[in-house]
């Protein structure tokens, strides 16, 4: 089955700041990729998604990147700000029938003032 | 407002008894989906559901069972046979591509 490694799983930033956190997975057939915030005693909030036919998407501060040929994506936060502290999973699948997402451990990302 | 609920908030269990999570949605999805959560650990599959009765099991379906007899409702209930329900449960729906899911606010199991 799928595998996917996410790192680091903690990271501390000044307002301001970039923030890069970043994924691998095993599954060369994987082509959909979503990156979750989760905030304290929350569920997980989608905020960017990417498919395999995409190599870049940005929305406003957020991007992710993929490279298939590596099999590893990231996520690029700008401009942090402290509000961007959270818990960020990143996530994979096949996207078809019956294939269900495979998450990261997940990265703390705290943005002090 | 459409979404995706769950109750209770806080759920204590004694040993040896079942409990029931419950999740609702009116966001008219077919899929439904239960997962844990521990620190550290990520969010793990325990079952979904792509249509009304009929679900599979995920990584970790040992000690859980579930049904889905209405489109909306998609309840989980920890057996005695879970010997380690100390978590934070998560429910989610979406489209049966499993993208763009929604997840309700979670309920955390604790053993009394």
């Known amino acids: 089955g799928e595998n996917v490694e996410q790192h680091p799983s903690t990271l501390s930033v000044q307002e301001g700041d970039s923030a890069v956190i970043k994924c691998t997975y095993s599954d060369s057939a994987s082509n959909y990729f979503p990156w979750y915030k989760q905030e304290l005693g929350k569920g997980p909030q989608l905020i960017i998604d990417?498919?395999?036919?995409?190599g870049e998407k940005k929305d406003q501060r957020i991007a992710v990147t993929l490279n298939k040929t590596a099999k590893h994506f990231s996520l690029h936060i700008t401009e942090t700000q402290p509000e961007d502290s959270a818990v960020y999973f990143c996530?994979?699948?096949?996207?078809?029938?019956?294939?269900?997402?495979?998450f990261g451990k997940g990265t703390m990302l705290l943005v002090s003032p | 407002d459409g979404g995706i609920t769950q109750s209770p908030k806080y759920l204590f269990r004694k040993e040896g008894q079942n409990v029931t999570l419950s999740c609702e949605q009116n966001l008219n999805h077919d899929a439904m989906y239960w997962y844990r959560q521990d620190p550290g650990q990520g969010l793990r599959l325990i079952y979904y559901s792509q249509i009304v009765n009929d679900f599979q099991k995920g990584d970790i379906a040992e000690g859980y069972s579930v049904s889905r007899e209405k489109k909306e409702s998609f309840p989980l209930t920890v057996t005695s046979a879970q010997k380690n329900p100390t978590a934070f449960y998560l429910c989610?729906?979406?489209?049966?591509?499993?993208?763009?899911?929604?997840f309700g606010s979670g309920t955390q199991l604790s053993v009394l």
């Open positions: 989610a729906s979406g489209g049966t591509t499993n993208e763009k899911l929604f």
């Open positions: 990417i498919r395999s036919n995409v």
């Open positions: 996530a994979a699948s096949k996207n078809s029938g019956y294939s269900t997402l495979t």
